[in-house]
């Protein structure tokens, strides 16, 4: 079965600071990974995913995530960043080659004051 | 290109009730998934529907059964409402053929049992 943590469940940033949130995933094979956002009263959007190539993925907005195999990581990165990315960030796993169907981590909810 | 759209919105339900939830996928889209998302956490999956066939279920009672129909879209019906079935519905649907692994989801139905 395939699981994912995400260890931070709050933080709270100024605008322009750095942004690091951690995804650790358990699973046996080969994975896609993905993250997503929500922002306030709004559907779940894909930020990123990486299915294979260069571990450092580029997504919307200025957010990147780096897969780390040996780590069993997908962390996403933001050099800095902006009020308006105040939102629940989630974190998604699935086993390629299988039915898409992924698991979700529990949610880092970001806020960033002006 | 329309994406993934649910109703209703919102809707307030008395415990021992059922609800039926209906969701249309993404233009060019035949898999749809369900996801229960309780406050403070991630998306759970319920169970996935494929040509018109439930594919894969996720740890869900049997009071929670969907529908799929030609056109794809689809039904999530939950019987014998509980306080603990409320919640944030959300229809998910993509498109199995080859790359097609990236999921879409709607805006989502909020259910209240009272």
């Known amino acids: 079965a395939q699981s994912v943590s995400q260890h931070n469940h709050h933080v709270i940033l100024s605008e322009a600071a750095s942004l690091e949130l951690g995804c650790n995933y358990s699973?046996?094979?080969?994975?896609?990974l993905f993250w997503y956002v929500q922002y306030p009263g709004q559907h779940l959007q894909l930020l990123l995913k990486?299915?294979?190539?260069?571990?450092l993925v580029k997504g919307i907005k200025g957010f990147e995530a780096e897969f780390i195999k040996s780590k069993f990581s997908f962390n996403l990165r933001k050099p800095s960043v902006q009020w308006s990315d105040t939102a629940e960030y989630f974190c998604?796993?699935?086993?390629?080659?299988?039915?898409?169907?992924?698991?979700f981590g529990r949610g880092t909810s970001l806020i960033v004051h002006p | 290109d329309a994406g993934v759209t649910q109703s209703p919105t919102h809707l307030i339900k008395t415990r021992g009730q059922q609800v039926t939830l209906r969701c249309s996928p993404k233009?060019?889209?035949?898999?749809v998934s369900w996801y229960q998302q309780a406050l403070g956490q991630g998306p759970q999956f319920i169970f996935q529907y494929y040509e018109e066939e439930e594919r894969q279920r996720g740890n869900f009672p049997d009071r929670f059964s969907g529908h799929q129909f030609p056109n794809y879209s689809s039904e999530l019906n939950v019987n014998a409402l509980l306080l603990g079935d409320s919640a944030l519905y959300l229809c998910a649907s993509s498109f199995q053929g080859r790359g097609g692994n990236t999921i879409y989801f709607g805006e989502g139905s909020w259910l209240t049992v009272v």
């Open positions: 233009s060019g889209h035949d898999t």
């Open positions: 998604a796993v699935n086993g390629s080659g299988g039915s898409y169907i992924p698991t």
């Open positions: 990486y299915f294979s190539g260069d571990p």
């Open positions: 699973y046996g094979g080969t994975v896609n």
